[in-house]
């Protein structure tokens, strides 16, 4: 059974399928449609402080994928994982916090959720979201 994909906040999908590729769209933290979290990755700030983001962001990227699945297929292997974080100039452990998306992929995916990676870090992002994730799987039946 799916899940209720997450809104689109613009003119595009949750996620596109491409033979067995699945991109997802960029994902905020955003449960129906309204953002958990609004502000600036902070230094100043714990790590965990910004986890139930970075979770929410991830989940709605796999359920994206998800979606777009057949009877019978499953996420073979995540590809790609970009985890871009809206942070402050001195914010430095960007790998940190995209490590809660991929411990989540591999809580719910075992090994074929860990692919490679990007922690980016960026001067905004829509709405003031501390957290965007975006991910690429392959499919297998």
């Known amino acids: ?37 609004s502000e600036k990755v902070s230094a100043n700030k714990p790590l965990d ?23 019978q297929e ?8 970009n985890v871009y974080v809206n942070a402050e100039e001195d914010f430095l452990q960007h790998t940190a916090l995209a490590d809660f998306a ?3 992929l591999f809580e719910v995916l075992g090994d074929a959720g860990i692919g490679s990676r990007a922690a980016i870090g960026i001067a905004s992002l829509p709405g003031n979201a501390p957290i965007e994730i975006q991910l690429v799987a392959g499919v297998s039946s």
């Not at 899940?3 to 399928?17: D, F, L, S």
């Not at 033979?19 to 958990?36: C, E, F, H, Q, S």
Request: hydrophobic fraction near 40%; avoid cysteine.
């Open 49 to 71: 402080y910004y986890k139930d983001s970075v979770l929410q962001a991830m989940s709605n990227a796999l359920i994206a994928a998800e979606n777009l699945l057949e009877d």
């Open 102 to 104: 991929s411990e989540y």
């Open 74 to 81: 499953k996420l073979e292997k995540v590809l790609s994982l």
């Open 1 to 37: 059974m799916s899940k209720k994909n997450p809104i689109p906040q613009g003119k595009y999908v949750p996620a596109t399928r491409f033979g067995n590729i699945i991109y997802t769209a960029g994902m905020t933290p955003r449960k129906d449609g309204v953002l958990i979290q």
